[in-house]
């Protein structure tokens, strides 16, 4: 399992403003609490810097991996912000993300042919977005193809199948868990990833929810996720869950992570 | 969904001493504690009581049926205890449980016909514990078949797939979420109910493993749980596993619960 540490994002206000004041310690700090707490990528983003985020990027990418050891999930739907960071990513990169609209699918390609990162492909297209399992699947089913095509294996694919609120659709939940079930099923070596916390949108005390649906996703099969990885109930649940969906054999990975005092149950 | 509080359990240490002591007040208290934490009925057994289970029995319904208004789930394998437990009950009662071993069915039965009880009917026979999500559906076809015959509304019974220890079998957690679709599928009418705790039986932090197995079981379908009502993050997190799984309309339960202040997140 993957986990994608997803706390340096300037849609957060601490992170936006560290960003504007350029705060490296505070960054730094954050991008290394989340690697000792489990994650194996960290993302970033920096939307809030508009028209200078591709500079800022560049920045960011670079302070982050002075002193952290994992790849950086580099996020943005802007291609001129994606090239800056990964012309500054030292090694293998992920970027967040690809959609299959025609205009943002052309101009990310070439990075992605240039630069080999993992991808993170959204399942929407220029329809918008997807209101159905079979919505999604058909939308993959082009980004696989147009991702094949352009040479990247099937194993550096991480499809999204985008979360909606279930406060505005008492489906949102269950289309997504059918979504993730059937493309594994057609598709096993590519992943399915996705950000949990838009099934909670509007709701109260949305980590529940979030940590509710993140163990569903576990046993439909999703194998990567953007997450909070100082949660550390969500994470007790993660391992928890691959043991219960038959993923962890004789639960090693859950006694170790118990061992190391990892598991919380309160 | 349907809660069952389980602590009023013999096999537990502090209630085999309070029932020895005839402790009343204690029994009552945790009887009332449950109800106010979100129990639909409360399980009582007294195994410890061993040849003086029956008389015992009929003692602690009588007792906790002073202190609550919900009906009771009379717990034991033995005939003569459940008897005990129906007779002396007011209103409708749940017994717990039937099997599909020969002379235990032949045996309560008749009981069930008398008393008209809701009944768990265990997933197991004369063949011994199931092994698959395959035993668990050919016993459960004979148990329902046996139990329709007898008079029984379908409605009125709860069958439990029997949970082994995910310690122990990779596919103990699959199998049973595979039995619960197929079920729900076959006998919309029918219910699935488990107790959880065996699920983490032999492994550490296992209210985790509880909690996440709840969450899969709500999704796979399950609609009733015997499992310890005072464990607020489990019950939060049921609450929110059933407005994923899209049986909670508008998420209505769900922020019923949260204004309440049920739903905790640390």
Redesign the interface.
């Known amino acids: 399992m993957l986990i994608v540490g997803e706390l340096i994002n300037s849609s957060r206000k601490p992170i936006a403003q560290a960003i504007e004041a350029r705060d490296e310690a505070f960054l730094k700090d954050l991008a290394v609490k989340q690697v000792e707490a489990g994650a194996n990528l960290v993302d970033v983003n920096c939307a809030v810097a508009l028209d200078r985020e591709p500079e800022v990027m560049e920045w960011l990418v670079g302070i982050i991996q002075e002193v952290v050891n994992v790849p950086l999930c580099i996020d943005s739907p802007n291609a001129a912000a994606l090239e800056a960071g990964l012309a500054r990513h030292k090694g293998k990169a992920m970027i967040n993300s690809i959609t299959g609209e025609k205009k943002r699918l052309e101009g990310t390609l070439p990075l992605v042919v240039k630069y080999k990162p993992w991808v993170v492909a959204l399942c929407m297209d220029d329809a918008g977005m997807p209101n159905s399992a079979e919505d999604r699947i058909r939308v993959a089913d082009n980004l696989v193809s147009a991702l094949v095509e352009a040479g990247v294996p099937e194993e550096d694919i991480y499809l999204d199948p985008l979360i909606k609120p279930?406060?505005v659709s008492?489906?949102a939940?269950?289309e997504v868990?059918e979504a993730t079930r059937a493309l594994r099923k057609k598709y096993p070596k590519v992943h399915v990833i996705c950000g949990l916390t838009n099934?909670s949108h509007g709701?109260?005390?949305?980590?529940?929810?979030n940590?509710?649906?993140a163990?569903?996703c576990v046993?439909a099969g999703m194998d990567a996720f953007i997450v909070d990885p100082l949660d550390r109930?969500l994470m007790?649940?993660l391992?928890?869950?691959r043991?219960?969906?038959?993923q962890?054999?004789?639960?090693l990975q859950?006694?170790k992570a118990?061992?190391a005092g990892k598991?919380?149950?309160?």
């Open positions: 279930v406060g008492a489906t939940g269950i868990l099934i709701l109260p005390v949305r980590k529940v929810l940590r509710a649906f163990v569903m046993e109930h007790s649940l391992v928890a869950a043991a219960l969906a038959g962890d054999q004789n639960c859950y006694i118990a061992r598991l919380v149950a309160e």
